[in-house]
């Protein structure tokens, strides 16, 4: 398939200016990470004409590469200035791990499905990016061995905060993550005080399920179905 990088990059000024500095983003470093991300490259080619909209898209295994103001807004949510080690949740395509990379030091992807991570790490290597690491495990359990985090974003959707997320965050860390019931949720951000979070709301939102120990459980899917 001949793909026209002109076009897909003029998709992409455009999706910045309509869909994030539009709605209130102002961040510079944010706005630019989401101008130098090729989503197109993060998507099957049946969606390369619907890579720049305004809406999450399927990448298999029931997952979803989010809306790109969801992106934008979490990133500018965890407020990066370039030196953190961020802990992403929730690899998927690697499109948000790609942006929060261009943000900060290091970032470590956990996905729990061994096929999407596998993609996901070629992908990004192949793209480039020499700052990712990608992990296949339990996101909801944090990723110990590299912590403790600046930063820490969720893309999928938890009950509640998993607490080893809490304890892997510096003090005065920050974590963004969507909470609530399986279609209705509201992304938050905590900052860490002492052992404790101090939460924020910031809009509603709806996200796919944070599977694992510490979020909705293995056996979910299941009996979702």
């Known amino acids: 398939?001949?793909?026209?990088?002109?076009s897909f990059e003029r998709a992409r000024l455009r999706m910045v200016e309509?869909?994030?500095?539009?709605r209130g983003i102002r961040d510079d470093r944010v706005?630019?990470?989401?101008?130098?991300?090729?989503?197109?490259?993060?998507?099957?080619?049946?969606?390369f004409d619907q890579a720049y909209e305004d809406h999450p898209l399927p990448i298999g295994e029931s997952q979803t590469i989010s809306q790109p103001y969801?992106?934008?807004l979490m990133a500018a949510s965890l407020s990066l200035v370039g030196h953190e080690t961020v802990l992403d949740i929730g690899?998927?395509?690697?499109?948000?791990?790609?942006?929060f990379a261009r943000l900060c030091r290091?970032?470590?992807?956990?996905?729990?499905c061994e096929s999407l991570?596998?993609?996901?790490?070629?992908r990004l290597s192949a793209m480039g990016y020499k700052n990712i690491t990608v992990v296949v495990g339990d996101g909801t359990l944090g990723w110990e061995a590299h912590a403790p985090y600046e930063a820490i974003?969720?893309?999928?959707?938890?009950?509640?905060?998993?607490?080893?997320?809490?304890?892997?965050?510096?003090?005065?860390?920050?974590?963004?993550?969507?909470?609530?019931?399986?279609?209705?949720?509201?992304?938050?951000?905590?900052?860490?005080?002492?052992?404790?979070?101090?939460?924020?709301?910031?809009?509603?939102?709806?996200?796919?399920?944070?599977?694992?120990?510490?979020?909705?459980?293995?056996?979910?899917?299941?009996?979702?179905?």
């Open 117 to 122: 991570a596998r993609k996901a790490q070629h």
């Open 91 to 99: 690899t998927g395509s690697g499109y948000q791990a790609a942006v």
């Open 70 to 72: 969801m992106v934008a």
């Open 153 to 225: 974003g969720v893309a999928a959707a938890a009950p509640n905060i998993p607490a080893p997320l809490a304890e892997q965050l510096v003090p005065g860390g920050r974590l963004c993550i969507p909470l609530g019931s399986r279609h209705s949720q509201v992304l938050v951000v905590g900052v860490k005080h002492g052992a404790a979070l101090e939460i924020q709301d910031v809009c509603g939102c709806e996200f796919v399920p944070l599977i694992g120990a510490r979020g909705w459980g293995a056996r979910y899917e299941e009996l979702s179905d």
């Open 31 to 47: 706005i630019a990470a989401m101008r130098g991300v090729p989503r197109h490259r993060f998507v099957d080619p049946v969606f």
């Open 1 to 6: 398939m001949l793909v026209d990088e002109r």
């Open 106 to 112: 290091w970032v470590y992807s956990i996905e729990r």
């Open 18 to 22: 309509e869909q994030i500095r539009a």
